[in-house]
């Protein structure tokens, strides 16, 4: 968002709307909070990092058995879950 676009409340009104401003920062917006008309301070949203490395970045690290969907595994599996007695 930018600086000619945050928009502005006083220290009441922030304290009334709370759970809207949070939302509207959680929504990628920046709030300021004036006390007099003066600007002291600004709500912005947490950095969120996501590392990703894209697809088939893990090419040649997996190693799968032969029989990695054989019924014997998948029923192994789904006792271990407890779905099968």
Do not use: C
Request: without cysteine; charged residues 30%.
């Amino acid at each position: 968002m930018s600086e000619g676009a945050t928009e502005q409340y006083n220290i009441h009104e922030a304290k009334t709307n709370l759970s809207r401003i949070i939302d509207r920062v959680e929504h990628g917006e920046e709030i300021v909070i004036s006390r007099a008309g003066r600007p002291v301070a600004k709500v912005i949203p947490f950095p969120t990092k996501v590392s990703r490395r894209g697809r088939g970045s893990l090419k040649g690290q997996l190693h799968m058995a032969d029989d990695w969907d054989s019924p014997e595994v998948n029923d192994a599996i789904a006792r271990d879950f407890g779905l099968l007695p």
